[in-house]
Each structure stands twice: as structure tokens, then as C-alpha cells.
């Protein structure tokens, strides 16, 4: 028979975790794999990790991988991804915002053949306010146009990976991980389905704006150097002004029509210049500092207990 793993990282979850086991089991009852739950605690500051257990003493098929600090959501799905053994993983979220009823059409996509099966969120979701949509539709576009992936606008991490892909995705050893960027990355048959989030079962969403920004900041590095092309690219059509600008000069001030006179358009020029190179140069800094970091081969995250044989890594 064939084995699902169900990966699913939890940050402060402790009232979702019994309830999210039972949708899934609902969910799965008609279906003729073997599976396995494989909860990732990330951190959590709250009883998730008392839960996880006492849910793993309930059921045979519930495993907990404790991490040893708070690392991020795409730390914990890699650790989680790392130690599943299935012929498909599929990965989500704890707070039942991906309805555990699409899993048996995913699979279903998977028989007939597809390595990957993602969901995107339905542009109509009610539970996404105004200003997050525009944001996140802003934020696949800017990816889009400056990296050299292509990701749908409201991509999730609810998606199915067969075998094959787990195995790539186990082989990138990267200090930064976006996995919605990585699984697009690898290639393979894909296969995108819509789907409407739940509102949040219990609990608050733990992504605040400015940790967004930082995702979207982070994950278009990790993709892409154009932003340092960008950078060349204004170098170049500042100079090309400039080189204009000397010839009229000369010529303004041999046939007198301009005055040729105001520091204050001087000041102006060379402060925004100035900017313009420490902007540049931050640039070129962000990459360099990831090259750094990428050196030092720190392990992704670090697990303190779990109930899974350690043989599993
Ligand atoms: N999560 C995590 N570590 C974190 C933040 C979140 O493992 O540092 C988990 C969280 O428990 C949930 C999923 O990632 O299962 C999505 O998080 P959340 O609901 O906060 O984000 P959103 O729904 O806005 O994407
Ligand atoms: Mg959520």
C-alpha cells in the first residue's frame, strides 16, 4: 500500500491540533493509502507540543518533531519534509485554513500522474482583507517580473509532492528557504487547483506586515541577482545624463541663456546621489551578507525531541 506523510508546521496551535486530526482523518477515511501525521513544533509558546503528544498517544499514526527554537514556517516544513518517508508528501497549514477536503482530489491528480499538485487561494476569498490581496497581488508580480520563476498570485503551502520531488527538494542545501519559490524551481509536472481558506479556526495569524515584507524581500534575493543588474542599469543611465548635461552646460554658458547659478539644485543633485549609492551599495551588501551566512553551513533548524526514529533522517 502506499504511504501519504502529512507535514504540518505549528507555531501556537494548541487548540487546533486535535481538531485539524480529526478533519483529516474524516478527510482520509475512504482512501486506500497508509498514512502518517507529521506535526512540526515550531517553537511554540503555548501547550502545542503537550497536545501533539497526547495526540500521538491516541494514535499510532501521529508524529511530533519538537525544534529548539522558533525558526519559521519554512524551517519547520523542512524539517518536517527531511524525516517523512512517504511515496507523497502533502504539506499544511495547522490552523485549518486548508480544508482538508481538497486532499483526496489532490491525490487524485497525483494517480494520474502529476509530481506536484499546489493550491492557490480564489481571488474572491472573503477572509483576506482588501489591502492584504492588493499587497499579495503586487508582491507575485514584482517576484514575477524579477526573478526567474513564475508564481501564481496566492500560492500556498498546501500543496502534494511525490517522491521524486522530495528527494530534489532534500539535495538543495540553502541557508534561506521559500518553498513556494523551491518547488517551482525543481521543475516536474505541475499542477495548480483554486481553493477558498477557512477562516482561521482558533488563534491569531503570527505573519505581521513587517515580517511579510521581509519574506518578500528575502525571497526575491534568494531567487534572482537582477536587483544588482537594476543597480548597474541606474549607474549607467545617471552617467549617460550626466555626459548630456556637460556639453550644455558649455554651451549655455558660451551663448548666455542660462544663468547657471542656484547651489540649492546642487545640494538637491548630490544628496540624491549620495542616497542613490548607499541604496546601491546596501544592495550589494544584502547579497554579500547572504554569502556569508551561506558559508558558515549552520543546519536549518535543530531538533530537540521527536517521537520519529532518528534513523529517519
Ligand atoms: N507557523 C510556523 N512557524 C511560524 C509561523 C507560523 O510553523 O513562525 C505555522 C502556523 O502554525 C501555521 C502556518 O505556519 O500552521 C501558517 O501560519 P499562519 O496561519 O500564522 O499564517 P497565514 O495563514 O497568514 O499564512
Ligand atoms: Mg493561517
Redesign the pocket.
Known sequence: MKKLSIV??????EE?ISHLVAELDKSLADIAYDYEYIF?????KDN?LVELKAQAASHSNVFYIDLSK????D???KAGIDMAKGDAIIT????L?HPPHLLPQMLQHWEEGYDIVYTYRKDSNPHVGRFQKFASKKFYKFINAISDITLENGI??FRLLDEKVVYELKQINEYEIFFRGMVKWVGFQQMGIPYT?AA?HT?????SFWKLVKLAVGSIMAFSVKPLYIATGLGLFFSCAALLYIPYILISKLYGFDELSGWASLIATVAFFGGLQLMVLGIIGSYLGKIFMQTKHRPNYIIRSTNLPRSRK
Do not use: C, H, W
Not at 40 to 44: A, C, F, I, K, P
Not at 203 to 207: D, F, I, P, T, V
Open positions: 504540518i508546521p505549528a507555531f501556537n496551535e487546533n512540526v513544533n515550531d517553537g511554540s502545542t522558533n525558526f519559521g514556517k524551517y519547520a516544513l499544511m497549514d495547522a490552523d485554513q500556498s503551502d481558506p482561521r488563534g491569531e495569524a503570527s505573519y
